[in-house]
T-cell receptor, first 112, second 112 residues
Framework: SQTIHQWPATLVQPVGSPLSLECTVE??????LYWYRQAAGRGLQLLFY??????ISSEVPQNLSASRPQDRQFILSSKKLLLSDSGFYLC???????????FGAGTRLSVL | GENVEQHPSTLSVQEGDSAVIKCTYS??????FPWYKQELGKRPQLIID?????GEKKDQRIAVTLNKTAKHFSLHITETQPEDSAVYFC???????????FGTGTRLTIIP
């Protein structure tokens, strides 16, 4: 099965600073990749997904962007963080033609 | 898009008793129905899934039932144990299975 690598595990950033979270996938090629955000005690909000290199679908207009420079690499970015960007960010992947989405360990982002 | 409703939002069950969580969905073309378990501070992990060609699937103490006509599926946990305490999410794919819409989650607490 595939493995989703995500780092860092925790991050504290000041308001207005930039952000870059990276996610890489092992064990499958041409996966669908996803970025979710989870506020404390809440559900999973899909932010972006990608079905291939350079292909990004945005689900929610916001202060964030995503890029997929390589088949197994998915990056979440922001030029200027807001307080409301705090949360638990999860990367997920799904093998081509497969059903199951696997999640990375997540990054807990605190914007202060 | 797909609309997924999950009930209840919280559930407390005496250890050893059964727990049932239900999800309803809107798109009758959906054909894959996973359940994820998320422990505090951890990533969601798939615990069981079902495809639309079967009505029930069981894995030890966990089972999922599907009623395609009524467009709902349920998670059943029998002989509950303290380690079953977690948040459980159902999910339903969009047409083409590119992405999942998650339910709002059920916080299950097992009372020793």
């Amino acid at each position: 099965s595939q493995t989703i690598h995500q780092w860092p595990a925790t991050l504290v950033q000041p308001v207005g600073s930039p952000l870059s979270l990276e996610c890489t996938v092992e064990g499958t090629s041409n996966p669908n990749l996803y970025w979710y955000r989870q506020a404390a005690g809440r559900g999973l909000q899909l932010l972006f997904y990608s079905v291939g290199i350079g292909q990004i679908s945005s689900e929610v207009p916001q202060n964030l962007s995503a890029s997929r420079p390589q088949d197994r690499q998915f990056i979440l970015s922001s030029k200027k963080l807001l307080l409301s960007d705090s949360g638990f960010y999860l990367c997920a992947g799904k093998g081509q033609g497969m059903d199951i989405q696997y999640f990375g360990a997540g990054t807990r982002l605190s914007v202060l | 898009g797909e609309n997924v409703e999950q009930h209840p939002s919280t559930l407390s069950v005496q250890e050893g008793d059964s727990a049932v969580i239900k999800c309803t969905y809107s798109d009758s073309a959906s054909n894959y129905f996973p359940w994820y378990k998320q422990e505090l501070g951890k990533r969601p992990q798939l615990i069981i899934d079902i495809r639309s060609n079967v009505g029930e699937k069981k894995d030890q103490r966990i089972a999922v039932t599907l009623n395609k006509t009524a467009k709902h599926f349920s998670l059943h946990i029998t002989e509950t144990q303290p380690e079953d305490s977690a948040v459980y999410f159902c999910a339903v794919p969009n047409f083409g299975n590119e992405k999942l819409t998650f339910g709002t989650g059920t916080r299950l607490t097992i009372i020793p």
